[in-house]
């Protein structure tokens, strides 16, 4: 494996234990570009103010979320990553239109996203979290 492969690889792994710790300083840090676009509700949020909007959203109703990585891969300009995404309901959650107050009950759903680097770079341009918008829900019953 190559230096940039390496270097690419935590640059994820950092990303990924960084947005668990909620240190959303050093989260923007690791992107060239902060970007991510969600391949299941079609949403994007690009540029650092819509990214700390989608940090503090997806925060309010589950403020333990956090993520287990199972695979990491890298092929060409991408890292590849299957983990699961973990939390509580704790805060209001906003689905559908409605706000569904607290519940308490916890989540654990399998995903998968690729996080897209410039050529030659170890800065992330782009996050892809590829996911059923559902599985929450579900998880949480209240689908």
Request: glycine share 8%; with cysteine; proline share 6%.
């Amino acid at each position: 494996m190559t230096d940039l492969a390496e270097r690419r690889l935590q640059t994820v792994r950092d990303h990924m234990a960084l947005e668990c710790d909620c240190d959303w300083d050093a989260v923007i840090a690791t992107f060239e570009h902060p970007r991510y676009e969600m391949y299941g509700s079609g949403t994007v949020f690009d540029g650092e103010e819509e990214v700390r909007g989608y940090f503090h959203a997806s925060r309010t109703p589950f403020p333990d979320q956090g993520n287990e990585i199972i695979a990491l891969a890298h092929v060409d300009n991408t890292v590849l990553v299957e983990f699961w995404l973990t939390g509580t309901h704790k805060g209001p959650l906003n689905m559908g239109g409605r706000t569904i107050e607290p519940t308490g009950k916890s989540f654990r759903v399998r995903m998968a996203a690729t996080f897209e680097f410039p050529p030659g770079g170890d800065k992330i341009i782009c996050e892809r979290p590829y996911y059923d918008p559902t599985q929450i829900a579900k998880a949480l019953d209240l689908a």
